[in-house]
């Protein structure tokens, strides 16, 4: 008969697995490891195994901890909850993947071994930061994915621009390092804990009670810092644009994996982060700006592993601003969709099949007739009320709501445009709309899904402050006028003005070369080797 023990047991045995898979790295670091291989993929099997467990006895008994290991509230524990299991779920389906991609990517490269090792030490690291159920283990985890991720950007020394953007993270990496730790000593004093059920607790009957301490206050604050310092938000984005160098499994675990650390923090301290007014508006701020500046820049690159780079700033932008208004269940639907779609795009970056072939589709012109665009927007708006009608949803009662459905309006509207505004056939109209519909369809259910599955471990979505609302306004105007321009801009011709803004967007405003200065990135010394490139 299973017990709470042995299923713990079960689960933590799979980070375990990986770590011993980079210390048997040590004794095969070199050309075709084969037992190597053979135990990382098994430490893949096992770990999805550990998943499907971890998924059914979670359902059976709710939130499952193992005994501290310390002393004083404070050590090692492990926390299966249905926010663990899901993240846990999604990393040990990823980390299948990429190794066994990886098997045959750097199949006669000499140090394949050494790659396959450190690849399964960041693994580790990241399955051990979502299993967290103490403040000392999650700081732990949270400094070893950074120090396992910078041995494989650095695993090609020889690389210049690898080693610059290295040592940008590395820097950056540490900032925040030191402010989770500010903060989690903050925690501890106020909730006397460690144990994080305890500490959402203490903090949401404060919350309830409106007795909001200072150091509540600063806690969120600083987390909120933590999480847009470890997801390449603007301004200390620009390392994670310049790791193209490193290795394709590598750019897929990081942008599908550890940059959703960021976000992951935020849901997992959301009774943290619910009473902190000012973290919420540190998270809309910075996260909903770097969304618009990021997603405008994705437009206008031209290297596809660049726009991927810029993609995924966008992303954990926009995620960061939805935790930032108090959308956890929306921020982690978007954070698994982006995880399986960023990881499949950079595994087959390098397929020229689909380049090929969309280089013969002959798109219809463009009319930019103001009426069939507006149509766009109205069938938009009508899709999505039908549907908040038909799910129960009255965003007039809930600002933080109605402002993300006008998200989900533009994201519609963009889909309808192109077919409704050109000089196709009715059936790709009619296709267009039903694709906007299959999108809503997707949205409103996976949305209710997640809301259903994590609603022991979020709180309940509440209006968001004045402040809040005011900047989520600003944003929501900026994002509406750059969906309205790249609707428009195929049916008008561009003049010098917008090419040269074009250039300049294309290379980030040069905030990337600031930073350069700042952290003195630009000193690192070069040398003429190149080997195998990514």
Same mark, same amino acid.
């Given at each position: 008969?299973?017990?709470?023990?042995?299923?713990?047991?079960?689960? *933590?045995?799979?980070?375990?697995?990986?770590?011993?898979?980079?210390?048997?790295?040590?004794?095969?670091?070199?050309?075709?490891?084969?037992?190597?291989?053979?135990?990382?993929?098994?430490?893949?099997?096992?770990?999805i195994l550990a998943s499907i467990f971890a998924i059914w006895w979670v359902y059976q008994t709710g939130l499952q901890e193992s005994p501290l290991i310390g002393m004083a509230g404070l050590g090692l524990s492990i926390r299966l909850d249905p926010l663990s299991v899901l993240m846990f779920t999604m990393i040990a389906l990823l980390a299948f993947i990429i190794i066994k991609f990886s098997a045959n990517y750097l199949d006669g490269d000499n140090r394949q071994g050494i790659f396959i090792g450190r690849l399964s030490a960041t693994i580790a690291s990241v399955q051990l930061l979502v299993? *967290?159920?103490?403040?000392?283990?999650?700081?732990?985890?949270?400094?070893?994915?950074? #120090?396992?991720?910078?041995?494989?950007?650095?695993?090609?020394?020889?690389?210049?621009?690898?080693?610059? %953007?290295?040592?940008?993270?590395?820097?950056?990496?540490?900032?925040?390092?030191?402010? +989770?730790?500010? $903060?989690?000593?903050?925690?501890?004093?106020? %909730?006397?804990?460690?144990?994080?059920?305890?500490?959402?607790?203490?903090?949401?009957?404060?919350?309830?009670?409106?007795?909001?301490?200072?150091?509540?206050?600063? *806690?969120?604050?600083?987390? %909120?810092?933590?999480?847009?310092?470890? *997801?390449?938000?603007?301004?200390?984005?620009?390392?994670?644009?310049?790791?193209?160098?490193?290795?394709?499994?590598?750019?897929?675990?990081?942008? %599908?994996?550890?940059?959703?650390?960021?976000?992951?923090?935020?849901?997992?301290?959301?009774?943290?982060?619910?009473?902190?007014?000012?973290?919420?508006?540190?998270?809309?701020?910075?996260?909903?700006?770097?969304?618009?500046?990021?997603?405008?820049?994705?437009?206008?690159?031209?290297?596809?592993?660049?726009?991927?780079?810029?993609?995924?700033?966008?992303?954990?932008?926009?995620?960061?601003?939805?935790?930032?208004?108090? +959308?956890?269940?929306?921020?982690?639907?978007?954070?698994?969709?982006?995880?399986?779609?960023?990881?499949?795009?950079? +595994?087959?970056?390098?397929?020229?099949?689909?380049?090929?072939?969309?280089?013969?589709?002959?798109? /219809?012109?463009?009319?930019?007739?103001?009426?069939?665009?507006?149509?766009?927007?109205?069938?938009?708006?009508?899709?999505?009320?039908?549907?908040?009608?038909?799910?129960?949803?009255?965003?007039?009662?809930?600002?933080?709501?109605?402002?993300?459905?006008?998200?989900?309006?533009?994201? #519609?509207?963009?889909?309808?445009? /192109?077919?409704?505004?050109?000089?196709?056939?009715?059936?790709?109209?009619?296709?267009?709309?039903?694709?906007?519909?299959?999108?809503?369809?997707?949205?409103?259910?996976?949305?209710?899904?997640?809301?259903?599955?994590?609603?022991?471990?979020?709180?309940?979505?509440?209006?968001?402050?004045?402040?809040?609302?005011?900047?989520?306004?600003?944003?929501?105007?900026?994002?509406?006028?750059?969906?309205?321009?790249?609707?428009? $801009?195929?049916?008008?011709?561009?003049?010098?003005?917008?090419?040269?803004?074009?250039?300049?967007?294309?290379?980030?405003?040069?905030?990337?070369?600031?930073?350069?200065?700042?952290?003195?990135?630009?000193?690192?010394?070069?040398?003429?080797?190149?080997?195998?490139?990514?």
């Open positions: 008969m299973f017990t709470d023990s042995l299923f713990l047991l079960i689960v *933590s045995f799979s980070p375990l697995l990986f770590f011993t898979t980079y210390l048997f790295s040590k004794f095969s670091p070199g050309l075709r490891p084969n037992a190597l291989l053979k135990l990382s993929l098994f430490s893949g099997s096992f770990s299993l *967290s159920g103490n403040m000392v283990i999650l700081l732990i985890a949270w400094i070893l994915t950074s #120090l396992t991720l910078h041995q494989l950007l650095v695993f090609y020394k020889d690389r210049p621009r690898a080693r610059i %953007a290295a040592k940008k993270k590395f820097i950056v990496a540490r900032l925040g390092d030191f402010l +989770l730790l500010i $903060a989690s000593i903050m925690i501890y004093i106020e %909730a006397g804990s460690g144990n994080l059920e305890i500490i959402f607790s203490h903090f949401q009957l404060a919350f309830e009670n409106g007795t909001v301490t200072g150091l509540m206050e600063w *806690s969120g604050i600083l987390l %909120a810092l933590v999480a847009l310092l470890k *997801s390449a938000q603007f301004p200390t984005h620009g390392w994670l644009i310049e790791v193209m160098e490193t290795p394709t499994p590598v750019s897929a675990l990081l942008h %599908a994996g550890i940059l959703n650390a960021g976000p992951f923090l935020m849901v997992r301290m959301a009774y943290v982060l619910s009473p902190s007014e000012f973290g919420a508006v540190v998270l809309v701020c910075v996260g909903g700006f770097t969304a618009f500046f990021a997603s405008v820049s994705f437009l206008t690159q031209t290297s596809i592993k660049t726009a991927l780079g810029y993609s995924s700033i966008a992303h954990m932008g926009f995620m960061l601003m939805l935790c930032g208004m108090g +959308l956890y269940s929306a921020a982690m639907l978007h954070l698994v969709a982006h995880s399986f779609y960023k990881a499949h795009a950079f +595994l087959s970056s390098g397929s020229a099949v689909e380049q090929i072939r969309a280089s013969k589709i002959s798109l /219809p012109k463009r009319m930019g007739s103001p009426v069939r665009i507006a149509a766009s927007f109205v069938i938009a708006i009508f899709i999505y009320t039908t549907y908040s009608y038909l799910w129960g949803v009255n965003v007039m009662e809930q600002p933080a709501l109605f402002m993300a459905g006008i998200i989900i309006i533009l994201g #519609l509207s963009q889909i309808v445009a /192109p077919a409704l505004d050109s000089m196709g056939y009715v059936k790709s109209m009619i296709g267009a709309c039903l694709m906007a519909v299959g999108v809503a369809t997707s949205f409103f259910t996976l949305e209710h899904a997640t809301n259903v599955i994590l609603h022991t471990q979020i709180p309940h979505v509440l209006n968001p402050g004045s402040l809040v609302l005011f900047l989520v306004s600003g944003l929501l105007i900026l994002f509406g006028i750059t969906v309205l321009a790249q609707i428009v $801009a195929p049916a008008i011709n561009a003049g010098p003005f917008w090419k040269k803004l074009g250039i300049h967007f294309r290379n980030g405003f040069y905030a990337n070369a600031f930073f350069d200065r700042m952290v003195g990135a630009l000193s690192v010394k070069t040398t003429n080797t190149d080997p195998m490139r990514s």
